[in-house]
């Protein structure tokens, strides 16, 4: 008796805005499966017709993810395919693809990803800020508790940061970050690759005077500054020349001296460097 063939789970990127951003690749993966798991079907359908793609699909989404899931885990352990797409971007970012993903790596099903469009990157590339190291929280939460908890936690972190937000609740969320987080600069991208696609760069405290005068329209991405790092105190250099001394004195050169402690207290090594021979000099 042969042993049963698994079926595999693609999770396919489609566009956030504009309908020509899809590969060809992602075109052919939604043609070949067996049926796709949609968030919302209706607009799915919309992609599927614009390309002349003719597909069972099945919908999979907040409310019923739980027994859609099942049945969808199901379908792929008998053998068959699903293409896993969200209403816009990359499944598995702040949408409930994420749960379907979760349980079909548990069942140890194949995988592939076929990448594209994400509105987070997208906005993060051209917000001007640092994006090396980027943090991406996505959805505040409705409830205040949880939306302060969730910035208090962010108020050290120095990496750019990036949230997404709806329309009716961007002035809140704007607001609530001026007050925990401070003052900071801020790129708001809407629309993305959309016909009214535009970036604001300005600060939080400028950015709610434009939405009250200006109602919020379109999904919003929100790349935020990370936590500037205070300049050492004289007290804090002091102590890392102590610092380095020590070291050297337990046999570490020079230069590994000077690695460690600015590594540990984050004062450039060439700033230093300078200070611990300067201190020897004297």
């Known amino acids: 008796?042969?042993?049963?063939?698994?079926?595999?789970?693609?999770?396919?990127?489609?566009?956030?805005?504009?309908?020509?951003d899809i590969s060809e690749r992602a075109v052919l993966t939604l043609r070949e499966v067996d049926f796709i798991a949609a968030e919302d079907t209706r607009?799915?359908?919309?992609?599927?017709?614009?390309?002349?793609i003719k597909k069972q699909l099945v919908s999979y989404y907040e409310h019923n993810r739980k027994e859609s899931g099942e049945r969808i885990l199901k379908r792929i352990l008998t053998g068959e395919s699903c293409a896993l797409v969200t209403d816009a971007g990359t499944p598995g970012i702040s949408d409930p693809g994420e749960d379907l993903i979760h349980i079909c790596a548990d069942a140890d099903v194949p995988m592939i990803t076929i990448?594209?469009?994400c509105a987070a990157v997208a906005a993060i590339a051209i917000s001007g800020f640092p994006a090396g190291r980027f943090a991406f929280e996505g959805f505040l939460s409705t409830s205040r508790k949880s939306r302060f908890e969730h910035l208090n936690e962010l108020i050290a972190e120095k990496r750019t940061m990036v949230f997404y937000e709806a329309p009716h609740k961007l002035l809140r969320t704007l607001v609530d970050m001026l007050a925990i987080l401070g003052d900071r600069r801020v790129a708001i991208s809407r629309e993305l690759?959309?016909?009214?696609?535009?970036?604001?760069?300005?600060t939080l405290s400028e950015a709610i005077a434009h939405f009250e005068k200006t109602?919020?329209?379109?999904?919003?991405?929100?790349?935020?500054?990370g936590a500037k790092t205070p300049p050492p105190t004289e007290?804090?250099?002091?102590?890392?020349?102590?610092?380095?001394?020590?070291?050297?004195?337990?046999?570490l050169s020079v230069k590994d001296s000077v690695k460690k402690v600015?590594?540990?207290?984050?004062?450039?090594k060439n700033t230093l460097y300078k200070m611990v021979v300067t201190d020897e000099r004297t």
């Open 43 to 52: 607009v799915t359908l919309k992609l599927l017709s614009r390309f002349s």
């Open 115 to 117: 990448p594209g469009p």
């Open 1 to 20: 008796m042969s042993e049963q063939t698994i079926g595999t789970l693609y999770v396919v990127a489609t566009p956030i805005g504009n309908l020509n």
């Open 193 to 202: 690759t959309k016909i009214h696609e535009e970036t604001l760069r300005t």
């Open 235 to 251: 007290e804090d250099m002091e102590k890392a020349v102590s610092d380095v001394k020590s070291l050297l004195q337990g046999g």
């Open 215 to 225: 109602p919020p329209r379109g999904e919003f991405v929100l790349v935020i500054e």
């Open 262 to 268: 600015s590594q540990e207290t984050a004062i450039p």
